[in-house]
């Protein structure tokens, strides 16, 4: 099916959304990433952790692609206020369901932006003796880091531009995007 236009989801008055990544390309990615995964992890189980509620997409895409036994649980933080900014404090607002200990737990993030989420939670899970600890992110926007963090399996690096879709929103919306798309809003 050809890609159609980003727009399934009608922006507001003066807000503006430019494809930055297509349906196609994610797709194309998601499988390396699942294929490079499956190769470091041979002959063993993987756990994916998905952090609510951005990886929501992107973890059920790659955790078909990956050809191993595989578990999932998810976690739920909140860096975010509403808006483009990051407050900068992260809060655990849901734990995961199990203990992790003795699994190779691969935390699936949508987006490395300051790092200040992940090394939250880096923090959190090593203290639970996982046997490894990997960070997999769709995206990565490496010039605003705050925190020295590296994601282990990262599908696109982006520049520093505000993106939604594939699983990541503004104030909630435009998760259900197929593309990665940047958001401008009328202000700017
Ligand atoms: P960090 O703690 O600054 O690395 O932020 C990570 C979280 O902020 C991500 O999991 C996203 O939920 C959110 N975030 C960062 N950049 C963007 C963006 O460009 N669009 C949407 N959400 C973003
Ligand atoms: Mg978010």
Redesign the pocket.
Do not use: A, M, Q
């Given at each position: 099916m050809p890609a159609g236009p980003a727009t399934s989801v009608a922006p507001n008055h003066g807000e503006k959304l430019k494809v930055l990544i297509r349906r196609v390309a994610i797709q194309k990615r998601v499988r390396e990433v699942a294929h490079q995964i499956t190769e470091d992890f041979k002959g063993q189980r993987v756990h994916l952790v998905g952090?609510l509620k951005?990886a929501c997409i992107f973890l059920s895409d790659l955790v078909r692609e990956i050809n191993l036994e595989t578990s999932i649980d998810f976690i739920a933080v909140s860096?975010?206020g509403k808006g483009k900014e990051?407050s900068g404090q992260?809060r655990l607002l849901k734990d995961l369901d199990s203990n992790i200990a003795g699994l190779n737990v691969i935390v699936v993030?949508?987006?490395?932006?300051?790092?200040?989420?992940?090394s939250y939670l880096l923090r959190v899970l090593e203290q639970r003796k996982p046997a490894a600890l990997r960070i997999a992110a769709l995206l990565d926007?490496p010039s605003?880091r705050l925190q020295d963090v590296k994601g282990d399996y990262v599908g696109f690096t982006i520049p520093n531009?505000?993106?939604?879709g594939y699983g990541?929103?503004?104030n909630e919306r435009f998760r259900n995007l197929k593309d990665v798309c940047v958001l401008s809003l009328p202000a700017e």
């Open positions: 952090v951005g860096s975010y990051s992260v993030e949508d987006i490395l932006d300051t790092g200040l989420t992940i926007k605003r531009e505000f993106v939604v990541l929103d503004f």
